[in-house]
């Protein structure tokens, strides 16, 4: 992690007459106020940031900076009226030797001049060397991956090439909220710690830029060079279409293709998802027909031509909400040599616990369209990755190693992912997790989500280790650790054939806590967050969420993974995941194993700390 300091510029002198129209904000910032809700700052001073001043509850200004009068760039920031929350920064350095006017169109009621000199923001505006990005967040997870700061939403284009998985992400670089998305950019050789990379692809004249992948192009169909990585994207202004960037130096740079966009529809799509199809030989899309509620797929030779060839998904499925963010991949079926498809299909709201959640469907894939399997009743079953209430938009890597298919999705909720007890950054990711399918009981194929095997380096000396303790009515209970803000691995091994139910219980001497309860006779495992922490800035947070466990004779192995602000719960090998977000007052302490209706066993019990990265 790249950790650089603020330096603030001296004096922030504000010149008070009422004479002149220009005032001086800080040294080296010139600001003149034209009218209730416009306003002029010229830089004049050194420094390759000006830190702009953010109030999250104002309204958006628009700010576009000019350089020697022509426009540059537009961004909307909510710059500080009474308050200032924290600061961004706006790198000048591309600017610099021309003369550097920001233009800003604020959206307030104003009745004069006067109240809207009186903002906060205009005396704030700063130069600085320097962007100070220490964690200020007791949220903020430690071995999750998250922005520095400001907003990130969904994971976008990840792929592997050269020993490096990259992860790129829906990123606001001038707030927490969502706005301005861009395409920030991480990376790590092992999918535990992650390094910080500039943004990699910044809105352009056709839009921000939303959700898509990249692939690695080795047989240069697109002519870019036989090392190249193409990015297919969404531009989204009052339409939403498909643009295409490549990189020749392994995705730190993108340049933006010059004939986008690529792909025009008359309708709202967008998240373009693509792989190459050995079968055959040919470049595949999904794109997300959102408002339609379908996918639709298109064939290309070089990544820049795409045909129409097929759709699925009107009427099948959960239809609440607009569907987004496609994934289509081929895995192994779970000791079987056959071979399955997988089609994901982000919808949002609509979830089986409101809003966001993450449906998928499996099938075959003909070249040209995905034919989904059907129940016992000939039926499309709805079927969820995930069933908490913080696992959304989620894709998985182009061109892992080994055949892998890992995946990862936003740790968060479009209900209230905006309101969340943050501010530095707000959103993480879910672990990177391995993807698999299994056949149920039921007969029907579901997929099963482990965490990626790296994530054990992440493990220190066990604090906890039992074997073989009966639990009944009045409960087992053992400490967490308390290093690295309560970071640990849980392990539980359960036999609960003697008992109706069981519930593990994680708290806190504040007495929140989150109550995990399996239910043998369900065989259900649900995950109740009501009384875990702050959960009072949304009503949509307060919930239940529950899993059917697909297991059959009563014992339930169980990973837990806490990180500051978030559980993820992962049983009987991936094939029940919960992933939920949690925000405790202080960490939780401790974590008891209780009984109902008989006893259970605790076959076994692990607790790592998670080692400092
Ligand atoms: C999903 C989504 C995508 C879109 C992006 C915009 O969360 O709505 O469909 O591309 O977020 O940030």
Redesign the pocket.
């Known amino acids: 992690m790249n950790r650089i300091r603020i330096v603030i510029a001296s004096s922030l002198m504000l010149a008070t007459s009422l004479l002149t129209a220009t005032v001086s904000a800080a040294d080296g910032v010139e600001v003149s106020h034209l009218g209730v809700n416009n306003t002029l700052v010229r830089i004049t001073g050194a420094g390759k940031y000006l830190l702009l001043p953010v109030q999250e509850s104002n309204d958006d200004a628009k700010v576009s900076i000019l350089a020697d009068g022509k426009i540059e760039k537009t961004i909307n920031v909510r710059l500080a009226k009474n308050k200032v929350d924290y600061f961004v920064p706006f790198d000048l350095a591309p600017y610099r030797g021309h003369d550097i006017l920001l233009n800003i169109v604020t959206t307030q009621n104003r009745s004069n001049i006067r109240e809207a000199k009186d903002d906060a923001c205009w005396k704030n505006l700063t130069l600085a060397d320097t962007f100070d990005t220490t964690n200020r967040e007791k949220y903020r997870p430690v071995y999750h991956h998250t922005p520095l700061y400001g907003w990130m939403?969904?994971p976008n284009g990840m792929f592997y090439k050269d020993g490096r998985w990259h992860l790129y992400y829906?990123w606001n670089p001038y707030g927490s909220k969502?706005q301005n998305?861009t395409w920030g950019h991480s990376s790590s050789a092992d999918l535990v710690r992650w390094e910080h990379h500039p943004a990699a692809i910044e809105a352009n004249g056709l839009g921000t830029v939303?959700?898509?992948s990249s692939v690695v192009d080795s047989a240069n169909t697109a002519g870019f060079g036989s090392d190249a990585v193409v990015a297919l994207y969404?531009s989204?202004d009052v339409s939403q279409t498909q643009s295409l960037a490549h990189s020749s130096d392994g995705g730190m740079t993108f340049e933006i293709y010059p004939g986008n966009p690529i792909l025009t529809l008359e309708s709202e799509a967008?998240?373009p998802n693509m792989f190459w199809d050995a079968d055959n030989g040919r470049w595949v899309l999904s794109l997300?027909h959102?408002l339609d509620h379908e996918m639709l797929f298109f064939t290309s030779p070089d990544l820049k031509e795409w045909t129409l060839q097929g759709s699925f998904g009107k009427g099948i499925g959960a239809q609440d909400g607009?569907w987004?963010?496609p994934d289509l991949f081929r895995l192994k079926v779970d000791g079987s040599g056959e071979e399955k498809w997988v089609l994901v299909c982000?919808i949002?709201p609509g979830g089986p616990f409101g809003g966001?959640a993450t449906q998928y469907f499996t099938g075959d894939f003909d070249g040209k369209t995905f034919i989904a399997d059907t129940d016992a009743e000939g039926v499309i079953p709805t079927k969820w990755m995930d069933y908490g209430k913080d696992h959304?938009?989620t894709v998985s890597w182009s061109d892992a190693p080994y055949n892998r298919r890992v995946l990862i999705g936003?740790m968060s909720n479009?209900q209230y992912a905006g309101e969340v007890p943050t501010m530095q950054y707000r959103s993480a990711n879910t672990l990177p997790r391995e993807a698999g399918l299994f056949r149920a009981p039921d007969g029907q194929l579901y997929l099963s989500s482990e965490p990626v095997a790296e994530l054990a380096a992440l493990r220190d000396k066990p604090s906890v280790s039992v074997r073989n303790k009966t639990a009944g009515g009045n409960g087992r209970i053992f400490p967490l650790p308390q290093s690295n803000g309560g970071a640990c691995e849980i392990i539980l091994g359960l036999d609960s054939r003697k008992a109706d139910s069981v519930n593990v219980r994680i708290s806190n001497k504040a007495g929140e806590s989150v109550i995990l309860r399996y239910d043998t006779k369900a065989h259900t495992l649900s995950f109740d967050r009501r009384s875990s922490g702050i959960t009072d800035f949304s009503q949509d947070f307060p919930t239940v969420t529950s899993a059917p466990t697909f297991e059959t004779d009563g014992k339930l192995s169980l990973r837990i993974f806490i990180d500051r602000s978030s559980i993820e719960v992962f049983g009987n090998g991936g094939k029940t995941v919960m992933t939920n977000l949690v925000f405790p007052t202080e960490p939780y302490s401790s974590v008891s194993v209780t009984a109902n209706g008989g006893n259970a066993r605790i076959e076994n019990l692990k607790i790592y700390p998670i080692k400092e990265l």
């Open positions: 939403n969904d829906q969502w998305m939303f959700s898509g969404t989204a967008r998240d997300a959102a607009v987004e963010c982000n949002n966001s959304y938009a936003w479009w």
